[in-house]
């Protein structure tokens, strides 16, 4: 029967480390890096019984993968702080690893807890992420922001959700679009990717259209409106702060 570690990354997730640990209880070992929290994350964590440690931040991609490379186990779960594994979705992890699963990797649905509600519509759900994977045969790629799972084959998937605790409130969704359109814009600029006045046209307004509508937040009234509002800019400024790196190709040197 194959072991499975649950890996965590952390900094300063006081708020959350304790539950996250406590929803990966049923695992085989429970592995924290944390990357200088300066909070009591690191208390807790021990205190909790995981395996922590500590080291500079390198990225979420490298983070992640030496997370992975510090566990005891070749069957990985990959968690973030602000994570919960349901019972429902423990369980199913423990009934698949009974036996060796027939593919290297699975990916979970996740299920957002935002504006007082979970919220199974918009952009947010089903969200599904490569969680569960042997790292032997997987591992995190990508650049500055949406890393995933790469794994050598086929994927499967597992039925029961993933329950996310995203944002705070809507401050705190915002604050983390501002940052995350800006390692977006960056990812897409330096991989050759360009914008034009039409794309910010176009792309926003698709966007709530397709949050809205294709994916159902009409019938979230007016939490599943304020999301799908909220992505469509998110998509805007993603594409206009590529505009702007685009502009100071043009500029004169200072």
Request: proline fraction near 4%; charge should be neutral.
């Given at each position: 029967?194959?072991?499975?570690?649950v890996?965590?990354i952390?900094?300063?997730?006081?708020?959350?480390?304790?539950?996250?640990?406590?929803?990966?209880?049923?695992?085989?070992?429970i592995?924290?890096?944390?990357?200088?929290?300066?909070?009591?994350?690191?208390?807790i964590?021990?205190?909790?019984?995981?395996?922590?440690?500590e080291?500079?931040?390198?990225?979420?991609?490298?983070?992640?993968?030496?997370?992975?490379?510090?566990?005891?186990?070749?069957?990985i779960?990959?968690?973030?702080?602000?994570?919960?594994?349901?019972?429902?979705?423990?369980?199913?992890?423990?009934?698949?690893?009974?036996?060796?699963?027939?593919r290297r990797?699975?990916?979970v649905?996740?299920v957002?807890?935002?504006?007082?509600?979970?919220?199974?519509?918009t952009?947010?759900?089903?969200d599904?992420?490569?969680?569960?994977y042997?790292?032997?045969?997987?591992r995190?790629?990508?650049?500055?922001?949406?890393?995933?799972?790469?794994?050598?084959?086929?994927?499967?998937?597992?039925?029961?959700?993933?329950?996310?605790?995203?944002?705070?409130?809507?401050?705190d969704?915002?604050?983390?679009?501002?940052?995350?359109?800006?390692?977006?814009?960056?990812q897409?600029?330096?991989?050759?990717?360009?914008?034009n006045?039409?794309?910010?046209?176009?792309?926003?307004?698709?966007?709530?259209?397709?949050?809205?509508?294709?994916?159902?937040?009409?019938l979230?009234?007016?939490t599943?409106f304020t999301?799908?509002?909220?992505?469509?800019?998110?998509?805007f400024?993603?594409?206009?702060?590529?505009?702007e790196?685009?502009?100071?190709?043009?500029?004169p040197?200072?």
């Amino acid at each position: 029967m194959p072991k499975v570690s649950v890996t965590i990354i952390s900094l300063n997730e006081s708020e959350h480390i304790a539950a996250a640990i406590d929803s990966a209880a049923w695992a085989d070992e429970i592995v924290v890096v944390d990357s200088g929290s300066r909070d009591n994350t690191v208390e807790i964590a021990r205190a909790r019984g995981a395996r922590v440690s500590e080291r500079g931040w390198t990225g979420y991609v490298d983070q992640k993968n030496h997370a992975a490379s510090l566990a005891s186990n070749d069957w990985i779960f990959s968690l973030d702080a602000d994570e919960r594994i349901t019972p429902a979705l423990a369980g199913e992890i423990q009934a698949l690893l009974t036996t060796d699963p027939p593919r290297r990797g699975y990916r979970v649905p996740r299920v957002a807890f935002h504006l007082g509600r979970w919220i199974r519509t918009t952009d947010f759900y089903p969200d599904p992420q490569t969680r569960l994977y042997d790292r032997r045969a997987a591992r995190f790629a990508g650049k500055y922001v949406h890393e995933s799972v790469t794994v050598d084959g086929p994927v499967g998937r597992l039925r029961h959700e993933l329950e996310h605790y995203s944002f705070r409130d809507l401050e705190d969704q915002l604050a983390r679009i501002n940052h995350y359109t800006t390692l977006a814009a960056r990812q897409m600029y330096e991989a050759g990717r360009r914008t034009n006045a039409l794309e910010l046209l176009i792309h926003p307004p698709a966007a709530f259209l397709r949050n809205y509508v294709l994916r159902r937040g009409i019938l979230d009234g007016t939490t599943g409106f304020t999301i799908s509002l909220i992505n469509a800019y998110s998509v805007f400024l993603k594409f206009a702060k590529l505009r702007e790196l685009q502009g100071k190709e043009c500029s004169p040197s200072t």
